[in-house]
């Protein structure tokens, strides 16, 4: 593989795709949107004091940004990538020059950049009408960030996979955004964590979800919140090493399952 070539063609690409999906308007508003409406509304429900100097809006707030990087980097990348099968785009790009990992350079960047924009709109809101505060030390914004990185990567695999799931572009949405709304409810995301029933804690506990909203609200919210989280602290060790397996198995499935055009219309 010519690794310079490869990764010119994959800029190229990602330049591409990020033209791509802002003229898809349709996209581009329930992208931004969605997370938006979710912690606008849930934030305006739920407002009252839950510790010292924290409120339950910030706290919904931080657990639905994590979330937010779930829909660019799922919903999104696994929706169209089964529209890019479905249209017969990938098998077309199959038979071009275009190296195979030139694709996904470009799927990575647009997800990165479209992540970075979904998290910043997120934050933004967030400290203007709840009063959040960003970090305010090194370590912070290096958990921050270790873990935005750490759940784009876990999640644009993730998406990557399910979007083998699907037959058409039809029923791409329902292949992802199903399992993300679900998620979002057993992995303390629209319900504060200490609220969950213990089967609903359980179950959240064993997808990437739950763990990587945990890693935003350590990283967002004081030091003091850690003990409304199920264990009474952050985990942040057990956090990584969550988000880091289900990293190794969304690679596992892509690897295994990814196809440059469904096999079973034939």
């Given at each position: 593989m010519n690794l310079?070539?490869?990764?010119?063609?994959?800029?190229?690409r990602g330049r591409f795709e990020m033209l791509e999906f802002f003229r898809d308007k349709g996209a581009v508003i329930f992208t931004f949107?969605?997370?938006?409406l979710l912690m606008l509304m849930l934030g305006g429900i739920y407002d009252e004091p839950i510790g010292e100097g924290v409120r339950l809006s910030q706290v919904f707030a931080a657990s639905i940004a994590a979330s937010a990087v779930v829909s660019t980097s799922f919903v999104n990348l696994g929706g169209r990538i089964a529209t890019d099968r479905d249209d017969g785009t990938l098998k077309?790009?199959?038979?071009?020059?275009?190296?195979?990992?030139?694709?996904?350079?470009?799927?990575?960047?647009?997800?990165?950049?479209?992540?970075?924009?979904?998290?910043?709109?997120?934050?933004?809101?967030?400290?203007?009408?709840?009063?959040?505060?960003?970090?305010?030390?090194?370590?912070?914004?290096?958990?921050?960030?270790g873990f935005f990185l750490l759940g784009v990567t876990c999640w644009s695999l993730l998406g990557i996979a399910a979007s083998r799931l699907s037959r058409s572009a039809k029923t791409a949405a329902v292949?992802?955004?199903?399992?993300?709304?679900?998620?979002?409810?057993?992995?303390?995301?629209?319900?504060?964590?200490?609220?969950?029933?213990?089967?609903?804690?359980?179950?959240?506990?064993?997808?990437?979800?739950?763990?990587?909203?945990?890693?935003?609200?350590?990283?967002?919210?004081p030091d003091s919140m850690a003990a409304y989280e199920a264990a009474g602290t952050w985990e942040t060790g057990?956090?990584?090493?969550?988000?880091?397996?289900?990293?190794?198995?969304?690679?596992?499935?892509?690897?295994?399952?990814?196809?440059?055009?469904?096999e079973r219309t034939r």
């Open positions: 310079p070539g490869t990764l010119r063609i994959g800029l190229s949107s969605f997370p938006a077309r790009l199959r038979g071009t020059p275009m190296p195979v990992a030139a694709y996904f350079v470009g799927k990575t960047i647009q997800v990165f950049w479209i992540s970075l924009a979904e998290l910043v709109l997120m934050l933004g809101l967030a400290t203007a009408l709840y009063d959040l505060r960003l970090p305010t030390s090194i370590v912070q914004w290096g958990r921050m960030a292949a992802t955004l199903v399992p993300y709304t679900l998620l979002g409810f057993v992995s303390g995301v629209y319900i504060v964590p200490s609220g969950l029933p213990p089967v609903m804690e359980q179950i959240g506990a064993l997808f990437p979800l739950k763990w990587l909203a945990q890693g935003f609200r350590s990283a967002l919210l057990r956090t990584v090493l969550v988000l880091g397996l289900w990293t190794v198995a969304g690679l596992v499935l892509c690897l295994t399952t990814f196809r440059w055009n469904d």
